[in-house]
């Protein structure tokens, strides 16, 4: 048979990829799908069809310094980054917008309104559960805090938005350190990245 495509070529469903003229008459082998010629061998075309293209979002600024086959991508960036005891919730990015002036104040209901639309919230720590409920329906990105108190660690699995704990579980306040550092980049465009999809994983925040 004469084929009339090459490896790496693509083709349409339907388009004559060879021919054979036998007699008086001239055999046609059509494409049965769309795709890229992968393979010739003994007769046989192997034809790979385009998969599923799948969005992976960086979820920080940077560069990219090098790309992974089938694996994704090295970016570099510069930054501050603190590690979490405890996280709930998916990655995401947004603005960093930190709540009360001191590590020791609790996140208040009457902080979170319609400015916290589409923020990273951080405070000194969170003793309601309904607190982190209006942060969610407010939706902002996420919430970083010092502490959680253990009775709001399964509502805070519930809610579309990361949760992420600094120290631990309790009233206690956000070291100074990590409270400074957030500070510092209030304003600033930040992300909070779970290293891994399961709920409860440590997560890591880097600005």
């Known amino acids: 048979p004469l084929l009339t495509k ?3 070529e693509s083709v349409e469903k339907g388009e004559v990829i060879a021919s054979r003229k036998g007699g008086l008459f001239t ?16 007769g046989h075309v192997l034809i790979e069809e385009p998969g599923d293209v799948i969005e992976v979002r960086a979820l920080l600024r940077g560069r990219v310094a090098n790309l992974l086959a089938g694996r994704g991508a090295i970016i570099e960036t510069k930054g501050a980054w603190m590690r979490g ?12 917008k930190v709540l009360g002036e001191k590590p020791e104040n609790p996140l208040q209901m009457d902080q979170i309104d319609i400015r916290c639309h589409g923020a990273i919230l951080a405070a000194g720590w969170c003793r309601s559960i309904e607190v982190l409920r209006q942060a969610d329906q407010m939706q902002a990105r996420g919430v970083i805090l010092g502490s959680l108190t253990p009775q709001a660690i399964a509502a805070a699995r519930g809610f579309s938005i990361p949760i992420v704990v600094i120290e631990g579980f309790g009233e206690i306040p956000m070291n100074e350190q990590a409270f400074q550092l957030l500070k510092a980049h209030s304003g600033n465009e930040i992300s909070i990245i779970c290293p891994s999809p399961t709920r409860g994983a440590l997560p890591e925040a880097p600005e």
């Not at 005891?85 to 990015?93: E, K, L, V």
């Open 6 to 8: 090459k490896i790496g």
């Open 85 to 96: 005891a405890w996280s709930a919730g998916p990655s995401t990015w947004g603005v960093l």
């Open 27 to 42: 055999r046609l082998c059509k494409a049965p799908a769309s795709g890229v010629v992968s393979a010739i061998h003994a």
